[in-house]
């Protein structure tokens, strides 16, 4: 593994690499890795002859009042983990090597499609956090020049984004978007972990739970369920574990937007903290093709009449 610092070195061994006819998959993250960084490596090295992981915590995604200084940092064991895995090409670049003076922090106006995305869920609580993410990918996109993006589903609202950059750009990139891993309790794995503690950490399953249940209610429809009174009780269920349930929303899996009412296909994703640690995670709800939706002028969903 060939472990590179800078961004034209690494741009110009990456257009040697395809120049050669082979494929590069990329793996963006901000380290201390875990199997669901993980994940995203195997499947880049199934699918291209080059795998590339960039490690670099942005800066620029990050609130003033938010934990980039102790955000964990395990570069030695991210390496040797990295090595393991067979990847080819570890970037990671100093702040200084993104940022340079004198260049612009936001590469990009809030005028894509993008930035529409930006706007909901996270995107209300975090201001200027997206703005960051897509500054970051954009700068990252343009040295790597993948031809695959490795993103995961458990940072939904994210991949999303970042999806519609691409389309915005018009970037030559297939974007990939692979599902969450879990712990054994069903907890999304995410670095933010490190900062639980284990009461904590039984605390946070909760969330995955309350998903969980909320989609297989939704689809096995044993009940009559109205929509908001289905949400009322997610938020409810994730408020007696969790302290704050920052939001939990069920909304069209492409435009974001909240949804009135169940249709065929719907993402529920909530943010919760649990002691001072922000956590998030969401469920993808598709009903089989074939089952009807039918609604009362209530808004409830009837199992009894599939
Ligand atoms: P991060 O290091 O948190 O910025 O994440 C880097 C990439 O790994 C992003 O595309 C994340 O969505 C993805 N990722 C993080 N946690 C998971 C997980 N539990 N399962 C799958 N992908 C994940």
Known sequence: MKIIKSPNQLNELLARERLHGRSVGFVPTMGALHAGHLSLVKTSNLENDVTVVSIFVNPTQFGPKEDYRKYPRTLAADKKLLHRFKVD???????????????????LQETGRWSLLARRLCGKFRPGHFQ??????????????ACRLYLGAKDYQQAVIINQ????????VCVRILPTIREKNGLAMSSRNHYLGSKERERAAAISRVLKTL?????????????????????????????????FEIVDPLTLKPLKNFQPSMVALTA????????IDNVIIIFPPGKKIRQSKKGFICGSSF
């Open 89 to 107: 090409y570890l970037f990671c670049p100093s702040t200084q090597a993104m940022y340079p003076q004198g260049y612009a922090k936001d590469v």
């Open 132 to 145: 960051g993410v897509v500054t970051v990918m954009t700068k990252l996109l343009d040295i790597v020049g």
């Open 165 to 172: 950059l691409v389309k915005d750009l018009k970037m030559c």
């Open 215 to 247: 989609k297989t209610q939704v689809l096995a429809l044993k009940k009559k369920a109205s929509f908001f009174g289905l949400k009322r009780w997610a938020r409810c269920e994730l408020e007696k574990s969790v302290d704050q349930a920052q939001y």
């Open 272 to 279: 919760c903290f649990v002691g001072k640690t922000r956590l």
